[in-house]
């Protein structure tokens, strides 16, 4: 499934927790969920995501962190500026120090418990998380998912394998 996605989204796990970012503004306004951003003319995914690490939180990732974990898409019921993007995947060393809370012009940075940002009860995170998330930390296989809305409920994701 050859995709050309305009933006990315990482998210960097250190230990049992993940850096989340709460959202000043859509989608996902006010709500928790991975760093990312649009990429430039002419930028690389893998290029794009890394420079968007390093504009929002100040963390300079090597490429050697940073692994491709696929694509997430969604139907047009969900109002967003694009139809899709790429899934990213960054381990740090236990020992990383990364002081939060902190504020920036994106939001408020901040470390989570993986079990908090999965439970389904919890609804300050962007919904479809908790249905890759576990998948993106343990499975080196890529994968493809995409997210059926109505409005702004959602109501599946269905996941599928990417062929390299």
Not at 44 to 66: F, K, L, M, N, Y
Not at 104 to 119: F, R, V
Request: with cysteine.
């Amino acid at each position: 499934m050859e995709q050309n996605y305009l933006y990315t989204l990482a998210f960097i796990k250190r230990d049992d927790e993940i850096l989340m970012l709460n959202r000043r503004k859509a989608p996902w306004f006010g709500m928790w969920n991975g760093v990312g951003g649009k990429r430039d003319p002419g930028e690389s995914p893998a290029d794009c995501i890394r420079r968007e690490i390093q504009e929002e939180t100040g963390i300079a990732v090597g490429s050697e962190r940073i692994r491709f974990r696929g694509t997430l898409s969604w139907n047009a019921d969900f109002v967003a500026a694009s139809t899709g993007l790429y899934l990213y995947f960054v381990e740090l060393d236990s020992t990383y120090a990364f002081p939060a809370p902190v504020g920036t012009s994106e939001g408020i940075l901040d470390w989570k418990k993986i079990d908090w940002i999965n439970n389904p009860r919890n609804l300050g995170v962007a919904y479809n998380i908790r249905f890759f998330l576990t998948d993106l930390i343990g499975d080196d296989q890529p994968k493809h998912y995409h997210c059926v809305f109505e409005g702004d409920r959602l109501v599946r994701v269905e996941s599928m394998a990417l062929n390299d």
